[in-house]
């Protein structure tokens, strides 16, 4: 199974500033199955990046989404008070096996 | 507008079996572009992929889960369904049933572009 990690646990930030979140994956994934989420409390998670970099339906594009192997990144460009939220990493390969990160949480500072 | 709507009892009595539906409206479960599937989250914890089914059947389980979930679909009724067997408080959570986007031309999947609101399932005596 791929174990994915995500860093930092907690991020603590203000509007306007720049998000940069981390996941790792314990062995090489395939870009095309990669994909980010966002989920408020209350609320299901959202897609908002999927294939590693490319933005689901209505996201805006202040979120972008990068990498490839075992190390990928999430950026917000400028934090906007909706943002605050938790953010989880998926993989969902050609085994059909899927795992997500534990997910990272974006708060105001 | 596609909707998800899981449907079930809230509470389970430990060592029994958990059960619950979704009903898919605003398109059809029978589309060769999707797999469906079934996440949980435990309150105040992270996500967990418990499984996914195609509308021909194979579905795929969590190897962690894999001994204790079947799903299964109905085309008929537009429907596919978890059942989570041998219970304990452990599986307490919010059970998510999802659309994932399939590859076309492998076996991967894009993600999880439909969600349904969730379920609470209490695992209690």
């Known amino acids: 199974e791929i174990v994915l990690t995500q860093s930092p646990g907690t991020l603590s930030l203000s509007p306007g500033e720049r998000a940069t979140l981390s996941c790792r994956a314990s062995?090489?994934?395939?870009?095309?199955?990669f994909a980010w989420y966002q989920q408020k409390p209350g609320q299901a998670p959202r897609l908002l990046i999927y294939?590693?970099?490319t933005r689901a339906t209505d996201i805006p594009d202040r979120f972008s989404g990068s990498g490839s192997g075992t190390d990928f990144t999430l950026t917000i460009s400028r934090l906007e008070p909706e943002d605050f939220a938790v953010y989880y990493c998926?993989?969902?390969?050609?085994?059909?096996?899927?795992?997500f990160g534990q997910g990272t949480k974006v708060e105001i500072k | 507008q596609l909707q998800l709507q899981e449907s079930g009892p809230g509470l389970v009595k430990p060592s029994e079996t958990l059960s619950l539906t979704c009903s898919v409206s605003?398109?059809?479960?029978?589309?060769?572009?999707?797999?469906w599937g079934w996440i949980r989250q435990p309150p105040g914890k992270g996500l967990e992929w418990i499984g996914s089914?195609?509308?021909?059947?194979?579905?795929q389980y969590s190897p962690s889960l894999k001994s204790r979930v079947t799903i299964s679909v109905d085309t008929s009724k537009n429907q596919f369904s978890l059942n989570l067997s041998s219970v304990t408080a452990a599986d307490t959570a919010v059970y998510y049933c999802?659309?994932?986007?399939?590859?076309?031309?492998?076996?991967?999947?894009?993600?999880?572009?439909?969600w349904g609101q969730g379920t609470l399932v209490t695992v209690s005596s």
């Open positions: 294939s590693a970099s």
């Open positions: 089914i195609y509308y021909t059947g194979n579905p």
């Open positions: 999802t659309r994932d986007k399939k590859d076309y031309y492998a076996l991967g999947s894009y993600g999880a572009d439909y």
């Open positions: 998926q993989q969902y390969g050609s085994s059909r096996q899927a795992t």
């Open positions: 062995q090489s994934v395939a870009s095309t199955y």
């Open positions: 605003g398109g059809s479960i029978s589309s060769s572009s999707y797999y």
